[in-house]
């Protein structure tokens, strides 16, 4: 092998790692615009807070790493506050969760029968964007 190919390899190398630091960084930059915006509390959402994730690196369809990082919100009602909409369809996929009736409807007690569409994930990314600017 010769030298030049050993510093290609090395560079290659390097910016592997840059590229995931970088990754790692805006994911929790991300999150934790994200929690900010869930703590407004418009409309019951700050309840949230306490299923979001840690950052952690994604894996693809066979189980393998990639070189993107995630956070998840293990909550049934994560998405409805995020598109928005009407209470009833959630509640079964919050049931084949093992959520019972009343801990789903508690978690959305100030809602009635619609959530307002938040977009508190897409705030997120464009905020973190911005700063990032």
């Given amino acids: 092998m010769s030298n ?3 510093v290609k390899e090395h560079m290659e190398e390097a910016m592997t790692m840059m590229g ?8 929790e930059q991300v999150r934790e615009q994200y929690i900010k915006n869930l ?14 994730s840690e950052v952690k690196q994604a894996r693809n369809d066979s189980g393998q ?7 998840d919100v293990d909550h049934p009602t994560a ?12 509640y079964g996929r ?25 977009n508190h994930l897409r705030n997120a990314v464009n905020q973190t964007v911005r700063d990032m600017d």
């Fill in 94 to 118: 919050a049931k084949a969760d093992g959520w019972t009736r009343d801990g789903f409807y508690d978690a959305l007690k100030d809602c009635e029968y619609e959530v307002r569409k938040k």
């Fill in 79 to 90: 998405k409805l506050h995020e598109r928005g909409g009407p209470i009833e369809p959630t």
């Fill in 20 to 27: 995931e630091r970088t990754a790692k960084e805006t994911a």
């Fill in 39 to 52: 703590n407004q509390n418009i409309q019951g959402e700050d309840g949230l807070v306490k299923y979001v």
């Fill in 65 to 71: 790493f990639t070189s993107q990082f995630e956070f």
């Fill in 4 to 6: 030049k190919d050993i």
